[in-house]
């Protein structure tokens, strides 16, 4: 059998050359032998919400979270998958570890923006948004891309506001606004 490391290489590149079938097999297949693999299960779990298959992720990022209930990477990954079946409660607690271990926090509060976005809880969204940005800032302050990530981070409610504004909101939250949530979004970015 090969070592871990030999498998994560060949398993993550399955998985980011979209070979996700094979991303699978190689991952199922180590755990038969490296069970207690929390790194394993963490990519295997990366694979299934690649392929869009949310509950098995969340099962699996799960199991990682029993082996080691300390790394923000799991934590995070899972609050994806929990978001994306639409369980806020158990999004937000995973996001919620996660930051209470990580070292960069931006991601984590972008995806909490994001889902408050979602919620229609524009308040909590740009707030969060704007947390995202402030750890970026923070981050990279002393280096060249501080201004890019301070950019990158804003753009995320630009964005959202854009799609409103092209109709590409229904498309991507399944539903339709009410009247109100233009102006709202609006009057939050100005404040």
Same mark, same amino acid.
């Given at each position: 059998?090969?070592?871990? /490391? ?5 398993? +993550? ?14 991952? &199922?297949?180590?755990?038969? $032998? ?6 394993? #299960?963490?990519?295997?779990?990366? $694979? ?90 923070? #981050?990279?302050?002393? &280096? ?23 109709? #590409?909101?229904?498309?991507?939250? /399944?539903? +339709? ?10 009057? #939050?970015?100005?404040?």
């Amino acid at each position: 059998m090969k070592s871990i /490391n030999e498998i994560l290489i060949e398993g +993550v590149e399955a998985t980011y050359s979209n070979n996700l079938e094979e991303a699978e097999q190689i991952f &199922t297949e180590a755990l038969t $032998v490296y069970k207690d693999s929390h790194i394993i #299960l963490y990519n295997l779990g990366i $694979v299934f919400l690649k392929k869009e298959k949310f509950k098995e992720a969340s099962d699996i990022f799960e199991k990682a979270l029993l082996i080691n209930s300390s790394d923000p990477d799991i934590w995070t990954d899972a609050g994806l998958a929990y978001q994306e079946l639409g369980n806020t409660e158990k999004a937000l607690n995973c996001y919620n570890k996660a930051l209470e271990n990580a070292e960069d926090k931006s991601l984590i509060y972008n995806n909490i923006g994001t889902l408050y976005f979602s919620e229609e809880n524009y308040k909590e969204a740009k707030a969060c948004f704007k947390k995202s940005s402030f750890r970026e800032q923070q #981050l990279y302050k002393r &280096t060249a891309e501080s201004g890019i990530s301070k950019y990158l981070s804003r753009c995320n409610f630009i964005i959202i506001c854009s799609m409103l504004k092209h109709g #590409l909101y229904r498309h991507f939250y /399944n539903k +339709v606004p009410d009247a109100g949530t233009a102006p709202r979004i609006t009057r #939050l970015i100005r404040e």
